[in-house]
């Protein structure tokens, strides 16, 4: 067995968790079943950022526009998730060790790993301002730079023991979380609403089913639906083996309905009957105290799985490029204060530029993955049928990766900022990804593969190949 791999059970072994952040996953570890991991995954489908979402793009340009995009995000992030949850249960790994033997090499890789984390990091601060809004409205006198710091410091420890934890914490929370939700749902029907009609027919004067008001809808989607398809694998290497066929589908699919579909659904009923975009203002005024708890217990549940996801995305930029080892619990603490730092740093204020550029790059990257294991692996057979994690057998760039990656975000960042014209702006992300499964097959079939693997492995389970 390699040093590092040793090394990575040894420290999962002396620390009680169980987090495998530098190498896949062991096939006698893979035994939580499909139930468990996809409630996980759950901690980011409920969170309420997407009742804003949903509730923003109904009030601004129809509820049938924003409808239609989420119909839209989950096909789209329900495919790609499927497919990332597929690899990742299949081989043990996730995003970030997928990447290294999926088209990128293990330098190209910690480079997704870093931008990848930094995404996490963003979300948690954005998650707990929402959560700090909503309590500061009912404890005025309590400073919001107070709360940030109670509930930036609180997700630390409930991510200490790792994947087994968060699985317990996420038990514990659901049906709570359930039973605040009905009754916002029962006190939001018995309130009058402030728009006589169907919710589904509400239309802001001026816009129009279709059009630009559709393209706008579908470039807020693409925001965050790069994020939930990748955020599976981190969950899906856990996976029982006997659990693979349903379980794929389970976790890749079944969040993004619950995420685009339900809770966006419910954001755009929420907001065009209370005629009010904020979640942290109306489930407030629906609820009460009892509205803030329910936005206290839906934040902390994101924010865990930002922490954790985070925190993995971290250890291995670290291992990579510095060879710093440190555990992942070193790195839940760093995730954790970054984020209380950019929340004290008024993040919100620069939200649409940052989300704009992690929605092209997500998308992109995820595209990338999921068109090396099928088109270039399975079908044109270029490169071995498995993923190597291993720096030694690995080259430290794949361009295969790295060049699709670099050009198409590049170029789809370059479209979000408007200079491509109004369509390719709204549809940025999407552009990008197309361009990026162009450029990938296009380099393996020019590189003939020759940068996946210095040295063939015979080590790894045959079950674990993909091919």
């Known amino acids: ?146 709360l940030i710091l109670i509930f930036g410091t609180v997700v630390i420890p409930l991510n200490w023991f790792g994947i087994k934890q968060l699985d317990k914490l996420q038990k514990w929370s659901l049906p709570l979380f359930f039973i605040f939700l009905i009754a916002a749902i029962i006190m939001a029907a018995t309130t009058p609403s402030v728009y006589e009609g169907s919710f589904w027919t509400f239309m802001p004067e001026g816009v129009q089913v279709g059009g630009t008001a559709l393209l706008l809808c579908i470039g807020m989607q693409h925001g965050i639906m790069g994020l939930t398809p990748l955020l599976a694998s981190d969950y899906a290497r856990f996976l ?44 407030v005024l629906l609820l009460g105290v009892w509205g803030a708890l329910f936005t206290m217990l839906t934040q902390i549940r994101i924010n865990i799985t930002n922490i954790y996801s985070g925190s993995l995305s971290l250890s291995t930029f670290f291992e990579n490029i510095f060879k710093f080892t440190p555990g992942r619990r070193f790195w839940v603490v760093v995730t954790g204060v970054a984020a209380m730092i950019l929340m004290l740093g008024g993040i919100v204020d620069h939200l649409e530029l940052v989300m704009t550029f992690q929605g092209v790059f997500l998308l992109t990257w995820a595209t990338i993955l999921v068109i090396d294991a099928i088109v270039i692996k399975k079908i044109l057979k270029i490169g071995p049928g498995y993923y190597e994690a291993r720096q030694q057998n690995l080259y430290k760039w794949n361009p295969i990766g790295v060049a699709s990656l670099l050009i198409a975000s590049g170029l789809g960042t370059v479209a979000a900022l408007g200079v491509m014209g109004e369509f390719l702006q709204s549809t940025a992300a999407f552009f990008a990804s197309i361009l990026a499964a162009i450029l990938t097959v296009i380099i393996a079939i020019y590189t003939k593969g020759k940068y996946y693997v210095k040295k063939e492995a015979n080590d790894i389970p045959k079950e674990d190949y993909i091919r």
Not at 30 to 48: E, K, P, V, Y
Not at 64 to 82: F, K, Q, R
Not at 249 to 276: D, K, T
């Open 1 to 146: 067995m390699e040093a590092f791999n040793v090394t990575e059970e040894n420290h999962t072994e002396q620390t009680g968790s169980d987090d495998y952040s530098l190498d896949r996953v062991p096939r006698d570890k893979r035994n939580m079943g499909w139930l468990s991991i996809t409630n996980i995954t759950f901690g980011i489908a409920t969170a309420i950022f997407y009742f804003q979402m949903g509730s923003v793009m109904a009030l601004s340009f129809g509820a049938i526009n924003a409808i239609i995009s989420a119909v839209y995000a989950i096909v789209v992030a329900g495919i790609l998730g499927t497919f990332i949850a597929y690899l990742s249960a299949k081989s043990g790994m996730n995003v970030n060790l997928l990447s290294r033997g999926g088209g990128f090499g293990y330098i190209g890789a910690s480079l997704t790993s870093f931008i990848y984390a930094t995404n996490f990091i963003m979300y948690c601060a954005l998650e707990g301002l929402i959560l700090v809004a909503a309590v500061h409205e009912f404890l005025p006198v309590i400073p919001e730079w107070v």
């Open 240 to 283: 029982k083996p006997k659990d693979m066929k349903i379980g794929v589908f389970a976790i890749g699919f079944i969040p993004q309905i619950f995420c685009f579909g339900v809770m966006g659904g419910l954001g755009i009923w929420f907001g065009v009957r209370l005629g009010e975009a904020n979640p942290g203002v109306y489930i």
